[in-house]
């Protein structure tokens, strides 16, 4: 129901005040991103059809619910990521 993404780096968010981490956060590609915006824009049939099944899906959903199953999508997603960059108040950092 959706035109994924599929190229991420992950970055370590840290505490604005402190140098531990809070979470991951996942950069998606922009060349990605802007190819999937193109596709969707000229695809106007797929994109509709995608939106039918993604109202379909929200129906199923209770917000308690759509949070702890997003948690766990996140949690499975990140056991082993090892990121490149770490994200922090002032910026980036290696």
């Known amino acids: 129901n959706a ?4 190229d991420y780096t992950p970055l370590l968010v840290n ?5 531990y ?16 915006l193109e596709y969707a824009y000229q695809n106007r049939d797929i994109r509709e059809g ?3 099944v ?15 199953e997003f948690h766990s999508i996140g949690a499975r997603l990140s056991i082993g990521v090892v990121p490149d960059r770490i994200l922090t108040a002032s910026g980036f950092k290696r």
């Open 15 to 19: 505490a604005p005040q402190g140098n």
């Open 3 to 6: 035109f994924a993404l599929a």
């Open 54 to 68: 993604a109202a379909d899906d929200m129906k199923k959903l209770a917000w308690d619910k759509a949070a702890k």
């Open 21 to 36: 981490p809070l979470g991951v956060w996942h950069e998606p590609s922009v060349d990605e991103l802007i190819e999937q």
């Open 50 to 52: 995608k939106a039918i």
